[in-house]
């Protein structure tokens, strides 16, 4: 997909930008960026349905690195590998522009929510009253605040798509009521930063292998 750094890009534009590169891509890359882009296409019309905008975008994200699916931290383990590599492939800085000029009140706000910390959950569910889950949480939230103020990509990213990673579980796994007023603000805010990081697997980024589900002919 094309760069985001300078605005927002919609998935017309990225179909767009694809068409032309697209006879010159792998095999693997053009399936990848045609997936990603009809997902995100559909999420770009549910404007009124926070839910389903942002388990569209999350599907959107899959299509453009998952390779293979298995045990929980594997696949969260893989979001991150590959969001390390689209950083330190990322010449015009987009990632950074993205956490830092568009969603820094979001993100603080995301980072300082417990609800979307996993081991908040893991602690409830297991009756632990140790407080350690509290302390690393704090801990987690200093390091991501002034991460923010010193625009440190590299902290910041993996703290924020664990949050994001955890909004997708409560959704996916039945976690949560559809159009809770709960928390409407986390997933409001979740679906925005998605949507700008989901066209971030753009077309020069670093080779993602072989899709978990290839185009098989009838």
Same mark, same amino acid.
């Given at each position: &997909? ?6 927002? /890009? ?65 696949? $969260? ?15 015009? @800085?987009? !990632? ?17 929510? #417990? ?27 200093? &390091?991501?605040?002034?991460?923010? @103020?010193? #625009?440190?990509?590299? @902290?910041?990213?993996? @703290? ?5 990673? /955890?909004? $997708?579980?409560? !959704? ?24 700008? !990081?989901?066209? &971030? ?13 290839? /185009?098989?002919?009838?």
């Amino acid at each position: &997909m094309a760069s985001v750094t300078g605005g927002q /890009m919609d998935s017309t534009t990225l179909k767009e930008a694809h068409r032309h590169i697209h006879d010159a891509q792998p095999g693997s890359t053009r399936v990848r960026l045609h997936r990603a882009i009809s997902w995100f296409n559909r999420a770009e019309q549910e404007d009124q349905d926070t839910d389903v905008r942002f388990l569209f975008l999350w599907i959107a994200l899959n299509a453009g690195y998952a390779q293979e699916f298995g045990f929980e931290n594997a696949e $969260r383990e893989q979001l991150r590998r590959v969001f390390d590599a689209l950083l330190a492939h990322d010449t015009e @800085v987009g !990632l950074q522009d993205i956490l830092f000029k568009q969603f820094t009140s979001p993100i603080r706000t995301l980072v300082a929510n #417990r609800f979307v910390y996993a081991r908040f959950w893991q602690a409830l569910r297991e009756h632990d009253s140790s407080n350690d889950w509290a302390d690393r949480f704090a801990t987690k939230q200093r &390091m991501a605040l002034q991460a923010v @103020v010193e #625009r440190r990509t590299e @902290v910041v990213l993996p @703290v924020v798509l664990d949050r994001l990673y /955890m909004l $997708r579980n409560q !959704l996916v796994h039945g976690g949560a009521t559809w159009d809770s007023q709960a928390n409407p603000a986390q997933l409001r805010d979740g679906a925005a930063i998605l949507g700008q !990081l989901v066209p &971030m697997l753009r077309d020069d980024a670093p080779d993602l292998g072989e899709v978990a589900y290839p /185009m098989i002919p009838n």
